[in-house]
């Protein structure tokens, strides 16, 4: 008799779950998965559509998008060496991953955090290890430097702004962390331009066991162009990038990303007013009885409230959509929303105020 079909997959698929978006991602104001309310401007669009139409699209392109990572390691002031351009940050974390864990390595991840990275952890049969953040969902930074002395781990993920807490390590605190750690530490900054901290980058060639991850998809606003880096010095970063699916990057991404550097006032403008947006949002959901607010250092808020279940499914069928992470370890209750455009945001002030 043939074994159970289940019997020959990786056993580590009986531990996981399929990623699900809870309400799906179609809402008439959607704000449950932290993009930008803002896309880009049609003109630009325009012009990096002229310049893709001029590709050789039956030919591959190169096998790692080298225009891109020059175009971004000039960006971030950075050699091209220490930076390499992904099909999002997600796949850069798989490369990452399958580079530095296995059967009988130890990660150790702040609990809550990014879902992914724990399921990448199991599927590579890796031990997990997590620290507890503090009940204001602030990082514990004493406590995660003398758990991954005392466990011994390999790896350390700190997405920092956190996702889905909003909260930031500070620049001290990373490099305590990063100087103390017998294991390679990753740097998840996929929130960083809309952090009141500074950015680990400076970090990379004083530290050889650094390695940074970046984004477009939020503060850039390509989430649909799936675009991420990873940055770290020259001798790790040719280690890690090994296991990395070649042509990955398609030429399309690649030259969408070139134009919106070069015109990246377009982000700074929408970071300034996602920022003032944020500030009010916050002001405004102080003054609702029975909604307490997280301070945020993202482009998202996190809030306390009664029935997080009864609220999610009130707001949804009312048309707007957010996420509900009450399942996560210390947030009980809590909702997830990004920072949209005022009219949404009003919409779903105007909600909360009554209910």
């Known amino acids: 008799m043939k074994r159970d079909i289940k019997e020959l997959l990786n056993p580590a698929l009986q531990r996981i779950g399929v990623y699900k978006v809870e309400g799906g991602q179609e809402a008439?104001?959607?704000?449950?998965?932290?993009?930008?309310?803002?896309?880009?401007?049609?003109?630009?669009?325009?012009?990096?559509?002229?310049?893709?139409?001029?590709?050789?699209?039956?030919?591959?392109?190169?096998?790692?998008?080298?225009?891109?990572m020059e175009a971004y390691a000039s960006f971030l002031g950075v050699s091209p060496?220490?930076?390499?351009?992904?099909?999002?940050?997600?796949?850069?974390?798989?490369?990452?991953?399958?580079?530095c864990l296995g059967a009988g390595r130890r990660i150790l991840i702040p609990?809550?955090?990014?879902?992914?990275?724990?399921?990448?952890?199991?599927?590579?049969?890796?031990?997990?290890?997590?620290?507890?953040?503090?009940?204001?969902?602030?990082?514990?930074?004493?406590?995660l430097i003398e758990?991954?002395?005392r466990e011994k781990v390999d790896f350390i993920?700190?997405?920092?702004?956190?996702?889905?807490?909003g909260k930031s390590l500070s620049h001290a605190a990373i490099e305590r962390i990063v100087a103390a750690a017998?294991?390679?530490?990753?740097?998840?900054?996929?929130?960083?331009?809309?952090s009141r901290e500074?950015?680990?980058?400076?970090?990379?060639?004083?530290?050889p066991n650094l390695i940074v991850l970046r984004t477009m998809s939020k503060a850039l606003a390509l989430a649909g162009m799936r675009i991420g880096f990873a940055i770290s010095n020259p001798a790790l970063m040719a280690e890690i990038t090994k296991p990395k699916i070649p042509f990955a990057s398609g030429r399309l991404a690649e030259i969408t990303l070139v134009n919106v550097l070069g015109n990246y006032s377009l982000v700074t403008e929408a970071v300034d007013y996602i920022l003032r947006e944020r500030e009010r949002l916050e002001s405004e959901i102080r003054g609702i009885e029975g909604v307490d607010a997280f301070e945020s250092d993202t482009n998202f808020i996190i809030i306390r409230v009664g029935d997080a279940s009864k609220v999610f499914t009130t707001l949804k069928n009312a048309g707007v959509l957010v996420r509900n992470v009450s399942g996560y370890p210390l947030m009980e209750n809590c909702l997830r929303f990004n920072?949209?455009?005022?009219?949404?945001?009003?919409?779903?002030l105007e909600l909360l105020k009554s209910l």
């Open 157 to 165: 993920v700190l997405s920092t702004p956190n996702n889905p807490t």
């Open 339 to 348: 920072v949209g455009l005022r009219e949404e945001n009003d919409r779903l």
């Open 28 to 68: 008439e104001v959607k704000l449950n998965q932290n993009e930008s309310p803002f896309d880009i401007p049609m003109w630009l669009k325009e012009r990096i559509l002229d310049e893709f139409r001029s590709e050789s699209w039956n030919r591959y392109p190169d096998i790692l998008p080298y225009r891109g």
């Open 182 to 194: 017998d294991a390679i530490v990753l740097a998840d900054e996929a929130y960083v331009e809309f």
């Open 111 to 143: 609990e809550p955090s990014f879902s992914l990275y724990e399921k990448i952890a199991l599927l590579l049969q890796a031990e997990v290890v997590t620290v507890p953040m503090r009940p204001d969902l602030e990082f514990d930074v004493d406590a």
């Open 81 to 99: 060496e220490s930076v390499v351009m992904s099909n999002g940050s997600n796949e850069m974390l798989y490369t990452i991953f399958l580079a």
């Open 147 to 149: 758990t991954a002395a």
């Open 198 to 207: 500074e950015s680990a980058l400076d970090l990379i060639d004083r530290y």
